[in-house]
């Protein structure tokens, strides 16, 4: 079933557009790939798909029914956010239980049950040994790991990820792969993930979107001609 | 030196002002916003100038054109995302020109004109007082309240918002609780230091604090030692409060990194002879 769909998107930065006329589909529990080269604005459709950037024209939509009615619970972790904030004054742990945060409101105090996720979370990307630890004193890659365990300790029913491998090891991106199919095929979560990486991933996507630029004399823009889909189904 | 009310006076509004001053500092420098403090305090005084020429109550224009100025500001910061010291440096030359050019017509203010730059410890009335303690009070209650969405608004205002926090509703309070604390922490600074009672508690707290909440405890602690430390200096000294606590700050700051530097290398040279 249909989880987003973007109809005819039109976007861009200051008069240039760089999305045009784009139409495409996320479908409700599956693990998609967005590829393509540097400028090819898989970040703009990212931001696009998650309201964080208004469409000059086009609609985004969101259908609350494939997720069984429940409230679209999104976890989101740009580029190399930690990275960007090396010199935050926090705790490992204290960060990804502000992962929690939406779920509890102002008020409500952390459970059991909450401090249990957020502790999964954390074992889960092999960070645990460093709940302690102050976010300034970890590498790039463990920065990112955090930063993904803090999306997890939302328990978001669809999570976007930019780039969320950047500066870790093999061993740790495939680690990480696994997971995230772990989470599509058990909890049936969606999942959205801009990668370069597209021979390590091929074997866990369900479907990828490869995005290219087309560049003519008047237009230096995405279309949705451009925009092939390698394997599952088509989009429109 | 408690005999006298107006110290008296200057020590309560020192207080209040030492527990939300470096509150704020904390999140502005996480924010990349430590220069508004400055700013904003510039906007303030042109305030006090239009209500002297226009016989409005200067302290109530100052407060008022200090909340508006942090409003533009923020507003001006969505338009300019990448660059987001323009609206800054635009806000404090203007609120600078404005102020300097009504103060020439108003020649009273001319004359007070030190004590709003500088700061006054027999410049805090009792009507300022109360000001200041309301300030505090509804800054208190403002960071106890919002600490969480403030928590991930301050990391990143992307995911912040993903995660349902209302990022514009948030920064327009934040941008006017610190127009608040600003106008009412002129009279013990002034103008020129403000940012200090700010910045300086703030930037020793996020080099030794492991985590969030001990950062803002400790910048808290230092603004209020800081002040009441200066304070008394300053009556003994007869000098002026505002360059007397920043001054007094700074050396917090120099002797904490200071430190940090030394312990920091005492570890080192520890491993290093563990491992040989």
């Known amino acids: 079933m249909i989880l987003s769909s973007m109809r005819n998107v039109v976007f861009g930065y200051g008069n240039e557009p760089v999305v045009e006329n784009i139409s495409l589909d996320i479908y409700a529990g599956e693990f998609l790939g967005i590829t393509g080269p540097n400028g090819a604005a898989k970040t703009t459709i990212l931001k696009l798909l998650l309201g964080l950037l208004k469409p000059w024209n086009g609609t985004v939509e969101i259908n609350q029914n494939a997720l069984d009615g429940a409230k679209p619970v999104i976890g989101y972790v740009p580029q190399q956010v930690a990275s960007f904030n090396s010199g935050f004054p926090s705790k490992v742990i204290e960060l990804v239980r502000s992962g929690c945060y939406s779920r509890l409101g102002l008020f409500r105090r952390f459970s059991a049950e909450q401090e249990a996720i957020v502790e999964k979370s954390l074992k889960q990307v092999g960070m645990w040994e460093y709940r302690n630890s102050r976010i300034g004193e970890l590498s790039g890659g463990q920065k990112q790991r955090i930063c993904i365990a803090r999306a997890l300790a939302q328990q978001p029913n669809v999570l976007i990820l930019d780039e969320p491998t950047t500066g870790m090891d093999h061993q740790s991106r495939i680690g990480f792969y696994e997971l995230m199919k772990h989470y599509v095929d058990v909890h049936r979560m969606t999942v959205v993930m801009v990668t370069h990486g597209l021979e390590e991933t091929n074997s866990y996507l369900d479907r990828v979107i490869s995005l290219e630029r087309k560049e003519s004399e008047e237009w230096k823009c995405l279309t949705t001609s451009l925009c092939s889909v390698r394997f599952g189904p088509e989009v429109s | ?276």
């Not at chain 2, 400055?38 to 109530?60: E, K, M, R, W, Y």
């Not at chain 2, 349902?164 to 002129?186: C, E, R």
């Open chain 2, 1 to 276: 030196m408690f005999d006298y009310e107006f110290m008296q006076r200057a020590f309560w509004a020192g207080g209040f002002i030492g527990i939300i001053a470096p509150i704020l500092g904390v999140y502005l420098m996480l924010r990349r916003q430590a220069l508004i403090a400055d700013t904003l305090s510039h906007v303030s005084l042109a305030g006090v100038a239009l209500g002297s020429v226009l016989q409005f109550n200067p302290v109530i224009s100052g407060f008022v054109v200090a909340i508006a100025g942090g409003l533009i500001i923020e507003r001006l910061r969505r338009t300019y995302l990448t660059y987001s010291e323009v609206p800054v440096a635009i806000i404090m030359t203007s609120g600078l020109a404005l102020a300097v050019v009504l103060m020439s017509l108003e020649s009273n203010l001319n004359k007070s004109f030190s004590s709003y730059l500088f700061g006054s410890i027999v410049a805090v009335s009792k009507q300022q007082l109360w000001m200041i303690g309301i300030v505090a009070l509804l800054g208190l209650l403002f960071f106890i309240l919002f600490r969480r969405p403030l928590y991930n608004l301050t990391f990143d205002e992307e995911t912040a918002r993903i995660g349902g926090v209302h990022v514009k509703w948030l920064s327009f309070s934040f941008s006017v609780l610190t127009g608040m604390t600003v106008a009412s922490a002129i009279p013990i600074v002034g103008v020129l230091l403000v940012s200090s009672l700010m910045v300086l508690p703030a930037a020793l707290a996020l080099k030794i604090a492991r985590g969030f909440l001990s950062a803002i405890i400790i910048a808290v602690i230092t603004g209020l030692v800081g002040i009441f430390s200066g304070l008394t200096t300053s009556y003994y000294m007869n000098t002026p409060p505002g360059g007397t606590i920043s001054l007094i700050l700074l050396v917090f700051f120099i002797t904490s990194f200071v430190i940090r530097k030394l312990l920091l290398r005492k570890q080192r040279r520890s491993r290093i002879a563990r491992s040989s």
